[in-house]
């Protein structure tokens, strides 16, 4: 069965800061994989998304990046981090039949 | 640009009652919807998929129903239990690359 972890669980950022989540999967070869964010306040938002190792495909202007160096690996970083990116960061698989599968997130706190 | 919008945004409710929630999105041109329960402080559980061409779809005591056309769909709890409080999101998928766009949840707390 698939399984998602995400690194770390939580984390306490002094603005200007550099980031860096992971996001590793298993159980799966070449899944599609998403970053969401999770604001206070806010609904769930779709940060990015990416098919294959190397593609990666922003949906809003921000802060933030991400990368894919492996297959199964889901990486978002920023260099200088804002108190607007302070959230719940969410990483995402599709399973077989279209199903988006959550993994436990990670808190961040940007002071 | 496709809009999803829950209602009520919170519901509190006696053990055992039956009840629905509900979804409703601006765009029928979806591809799928889901259904996911979210607890405080963690990640989303994927309750039911229902793909496009479906009406509904049904697990335990969950029953999701999709009317593309009206832009709605709902989820129905039959017998709800104190575990069942949470916060229930629903999402639509727009096309093939399966992006989610959610709506802001409703939160569900079943009273013992």
């Known amino acids: 069965s698939q399984t998602i972890h995400q690194w770390p669980a939580t984390l306490v950022q002094p603005v200007g800061s550099p980031l860096s989540l992971e996001c590793t999967v298993e159980g799966t070869s070449n899944p599609n994989l998403y970053w969401y964010r999770q604001a206070a306040g806010r609904g769930l938002q779709l940060l990015f998304y990416s098919v294959g190792i190397g593609q990666i495909s922003s949906e809003v202007p921000q802060n933030l990046s991400a990368s894919r160096p492996q297959d199964r690996q889901f990486i978002l970083s920023s260099k200088k981090l804002l108190l607007s990116d302070s959230g719940f960061y969410l990483c995402?698989?599709?399973?077989?039949?279209?199903?988006?599968?959550f993994g436990p997130g990670t808190r961040l706190t940007v002071l | 640009k496709q809009e999803v919008t829950q209602i009520p945004a919170a519901l509190s409710v006696p053990e055992g009652e039956n009840l629905v929630l509900n979804c409703s999105f601006t765009d029928s041109a979806i591809y799928n919807l889901q259904w996911f329960r979210q607890d405080p402080g963690k990640g989303l559980t994927s309750l039911l998929l229902i793909q496009s061409s479906q009406r509904e779809q049904t697990s335990g005591r969950l029953n999701a129903s999709l009317d593309k056309s009206s832009g709605r769909s709902t989820l129905y709890i039959a017998a709800s239990q104190p575990g069942d409080s949470a916060t229930y999101l629903c999402a639509v998928g727009m096309d093939s690359s399966y992006k989610l766009i959610f709506g802001s949840g409703t939160r569900l707390l079943v009273r013992p």
């Open positions: 995402a698989l599709e399973r077989q039949g279209d199903e988006q599968f």
